[in-house]
């Protein structure tokens, strides 16, 4: 299963991700929306091979420290909370976000 390059996790009402998220190493694509999750765990950021991810209709209040590692990321959607700009200016900073 570490060879899964995608995961598709959409429309499940799930609440949170197993820390064993993290040993996907070779994951480009993850599309989570429309989910209950209210955070990630910092293990996701060990996905550094992720270039697509949808997280939006969830309900993150923040995002791991380490957001900002995830340097191949090209396409992001998610529904950017007031929580998470607060808490995580950095990351939003390191993607490129503008954050006003």
Not at 6 to 17: A, G, P, Q
Not at 27 to 32: E, R
Not at 42 to 47: G, R, T
Not at 54 to 79: D, I, K, S, Y
Request: aromatic letters at 4%; one cysteine or more; hydrophobic letters at 45%.
């Amino acid at each position: 299963m570490t060879l899964l390059s995608e995961l598709v996790l959409d429309h499940n009402r799930l609440t949170s991700l197993h820390s064993n998220i993290g040993k996907l190493e070779l994951l480009a694509k993850m599309p989570l929306f429309n989910n209950c999750l209210e955070e990630l765990p910092d293990e996701f950021c060990k996905l550094t091979r992720l270039d697509e991810i949808n997280l939006a209709f969830n309900r993150l209040r923040t995002l791991p420290a380490n957001f900002g590692q995830l340097t191949h990321l090209e396409r992001v959607r998610m529904t950017i909370s007031k929580a998470i700009i607060a808490h995580n200016n950095n990351a939003l900073d390191i993607l490129g976000w503008q954050s006003t």
